[in-house]
T-cell receptor, first 116, second 113 residues
Framework: NAGVTQTPKFQVLKTGQSMTLQCAQDMNHNSMYWYRQDPGMGLRLIYYSASEGTTDKGEVPNGYNVSRLNKREFSLRLESAAPSQTSVYFC???????????????FGPGTRLTVL | RKEVEQDPGPFNVPEGATVAFNCTYSNSASQSFFWYRQDCRKEPKLLMSVYSSGNEDGRFTAQLNRASQYISLLIRDSKLSDSATYLCVAPPRAYSGTYKYIFGTGTRLKVLA
C-alpha cells in the first residue's frame, strides 16, 4: 500500500521547457490536489480535482495545467517553464467528508523542481 | 488578516522542555483543524486533529478556543526528534461547497541537546 506517490523526485529544466509531474494514489480517495511550497510562503494550492473528471483552479493556477486521468492519477503540466516556477510540488489526496467534518489530507513525497 | 496565522519562530527549546504554539484563525464558522508536522524538505504529515473537545496523544495536546479563535499545540518533554515545522490547517467545512484547505505558514521548532 504505497499511499500517494509522485514522480520524478527531482527535476531541472531550462526556461521554456515543458514537463509533466505525475501523482498516483492507491487510497481510493475522490479528491486530489496539487500544491507548491516556496520558502516563507507556505503551501499554495495550484489546482484540485474533487472527483474523477473534474478539475478546478486554486490560488496560483497560471502557467499550469492538470489532468485527472482516472480516479488514481492526477498530473500537473508545465507547458513553458519559468524560473518563478522553481519550487517543491506536493500532490495530496483528501480522505473524504463526514456530516460535519472534512478528513485530513495525505501528501506525496514531493517533486523538487528547479528552472534555470 | 490572513485566514490562518502562525508565529514562524523559530522556537529554540532545551530537550525535556514544554513548548506551546498558537495558531489564530479568522473564520468563526470553522469547527475543526489539523496540526501537521513537516520535516525539512519532506511532505507534511498529520500530527493530530483538533475539534471542540480538544485532543491528546501522548506528549502532544491540542486545544481549540472558539471564543478567542485560536488553536494551540502543547508538546511536553520535548525530544530532539520533535524538531520540525508545525503547520496549522483549517479544512473545508462539510457541505460548504469548497475543497480548499487553509494552511498556516508554519512554526519552526528546534529542540536543543
Amino acid at each position: 500500500n504505497a499511499g500517494v506517490t509522485q514522480t520524478p523526485k527531482f527535476q531541472v529544466l531550462k526556461t521554456g521547457q515543458s514537463m509533466t509531474l505525475q501523482c498516483a494514489q492507491d487510497m481510493n480517495h475522490n479528491s486530489m490536489y496539487w500544491y507548491r511550497q516556496d520558502p516563507g510562503m507556505g503551501l499554495r494550492l495550484i489546482y484540485y480535482s474533487a472527483s474523477e473528471g473534474t478539475t478546478d483552479k486554486g490560488e496560483v493556477p497560471n502557467g499550469y495545467n492538470v489532468s485527472r486521468l482516472n480516479k488514481r492519477e492526477f498530473s500537473l503540466r508545465l507547458e513553458s517553464a519559468a524560473p518563478s516556477q522553481t519550487s517543491v510540488y506536493f500532490c495530496a489526496t483528501e480522505g473524504g467528508r463526514g456530516p460535519i467534518y472534512s478528513d485530513t489530507q495525505y501528501f506525496g513525497p514531493g517533486t523538487r523542481l528547479t528552472v534555470l | 488578516r490572513k485566514e490562518v496565522e502562525q508565529d514562524p519562530g523559530p522556537f529554540n527549546v532545551p530537550e525535556g522542555a514544554t513548548v506551546a504554539f498558537n495558531c489564530t484563525y479568522s473564520n468563526s464558522a470553522s469547527q475543526s483543524f489539523f496540526w501537521y508536522r513537516q520535516d525539512c524538505r519532506k511532505e507534511p504529515k498529520l500530527l493530530m486533529s483538533v475539534y471542540s473537545s480538544g485532543n491528546e496523544d501522548g506528549r502532544f495536546t491540542a486545544q481549540l478556543n472558539r471564543a478567542s479563535q485560536y488553536i494551540s499545540l502543547l508538546i511536553r518533554d520535548s525530544k530532539l526528534s520533535d524538531s520540525a515545522t508545525y503547520l496549522c490547517v483549517a479544512p473545508p467545512r462539510a457541505y460548504s461547497g469548497t475543497y480548499k484547505y487553509i494552511f498556516g505558514t508554519g512554526t519552526r521548532l528546534k529542540v536543543l541537546a
